[in-house]
């Protein structure tokens, strides 16, 4: 999974450049978020503008990715999300449950 990660104060963006996030990378991701809230970082942006593609693996990592910042007081956002992506956060309802924005620097503002 090609991933880059910018650091702005204590706010971490994780950029996801991956047309899909499924089962053959959703585990991968989970892995990052773990080592990101390992290291003290809990203020995390995902940045889903390349994604196109995203399956119930997908939205698993960002749901405990999700836990995970808000049992460290911290939270997880995302933003920059296609329409088919956004499709299925409305679909599953999720889009009541994270805070998504459409951008990074409006998501970055946030906190």
Known sequence: ???SIEEHGAVV???L???????HN???LKSQLLNLFEEGKNKIIIDLA???????????ALVSGFK???????????CSLQTQVKS???LTRLHRVFE??????????SF
């Open 26 to 28: 959703s585990n991968e």
């Open 17 to 23: 450049q991956e047309e899909r996030l499924d089962a």
């Open 100 to 109: 998504i924005f459409p951008n990074p620097e409006e998501a970055l503002a």
């Open 68 to 78: 995970n910042a808000s049992s460290r007081d911290g939270s997880l956002k995302l």
């Open 88 to 90: 299925m956060f409305e």
């Open 13 to 15: 963006t994780l950029s």
């Open 1 to 3: 999974m090609i991933v």
């Open 50 to 60: 390349d994604v196109r593609f995203i399956d119930s693996s997908g939205l698993g």
